[in-house]
């Protein structure tokens, strides 16, 4: 038997270890948080959204892994990318649960809810298809779906983290500080795998292209910011792009997508300079 936090050949992944206690740290914290009382004045509501929180932050996390390998040649992170999105699944089915128990378990209610509000029916949809994943993961199903198949499945996580965003937007209303994050996060992701697909050089996306591409996803998340304001409020759109770059209204969602794409760069550049002299290094018989 292979428990979690074992690699293939069946020794102690310390990585592996790691991460598997830290994927439960959230959902224990959010538990004694609400036995607690920490919670109020609406413990159900606030422990449904933590839970919806770290469901779409752990999809991104899987969604990430990628490129971060690539980036900062950290091969091993590959081993929990399976593990991650499993609990993602996990923290979505607990959501789904506490909504469900925060209607008293009138499964009536909660499906014509679902079918009436349309954010929730996006919501549902995305859970329905990290349901599919979870069912494919293991070795097994990839031997019987065949790799190519089980690739094109998989990549239906791609939409599933953008009906994620969109269901945090929808359900947000007012409150859009991280849900406009998380879709600036979204833009990096997906540029980055569009850009390595034409531009990788053995593998890897060029540091420029990665430190430009942190530029764009971060100037498209303030226009993007602006557009919304723009429509639901007719708010001055260069009112609020010009507030993504001032301080004095605090961290905007530009500035953070920015100064997170500006982590990444210099963490593939700081690994690219370590991992030089070791290359370097001279060879004796």
């Not at 991460?19 to 919670?39: D, K, N, Q, R, Y």
């Not at 942190?214 to 723009?230: L, M, N, P, Q, R």
């Not at 100064?259 to 002299?277: C, D, F, M, Y």
Request: glycine residues 8%; positive net charge; hydrophobic residues 55%.
């Amino acid at each position: 038997m292979t428990y979690p936090w074992q690699d293939y050949s069946g020794r102690t992944s310390p990585l592996k270890l790691v991460v598997f206690a830290a994927l439960f740290a959230p959902a224990l914290w959010t538990a004694l948080s609400f036995a607690l009382g920490w919670l109020q004045p609406q413990p159900f509501t606030a422990a449904i959204r933590e839970i919806g929180l770290w469901t779409i932050r752990l999809i991104f996390t899987a969604l990430a892994i990628t490129p971060l390998r690539s980036i900062v040649q950290w091969q091993r992170l590959i081993l929990v990318r399976r593990m991650v999105g499993v609990a993602a699944f996990g923290y979505a089915i607990t959501h789904l649960s506490l909504y469900t128990a925060d209607h008293m378990f009138d499964l009536v209610k909660v499906a014509s809810e679902i079918a009436l509000r349309i954010y929730l029916t996006i919501g549902f949809a995305a859970v329905l298809g990290l349901a599919a994943l979870a069912a494919t993961s293991t070795d097994g199903m990839i031997r019987r779906l065949g790799g190519r198949n089980w690739q094109l499945l998989h990549r239906l996580v791609y939409l599933i983290a953008l009906l994620a965003v969109l269901h945090y937007c929808m359900q947000s209303k007012l409150d859009l500080w991280e849900p406009t994050i998380m879709a600036g996060i979204y833009g990096w992701l997906m540029g980055y795998r569009l850009l390595a697909r034409f531009l990788a050089v053995r593998g890897r996306l060029p540091l420029v292209g990665v430190g430009a591409l942190g530029v764009a996803a971060a100037g498209a998340t303030a226009v993007g910011e602006a557009a919304y304001f723009w429509v639901a409020y007719g708010v001055d759109p260069t009112r609020v792009v010009a507030a993504n770059w001032s301080l004095m209204t605090g961290l905007r969602p530009a500035v953070v997508v920015l100064g997170l794409a500006v982590a990444v760069t210099a963490a593939g550049a700081l690994r690219s300079v370590v991992a030089l002299p070791a290359k370097r290094r001279p060879r004796f018989a």
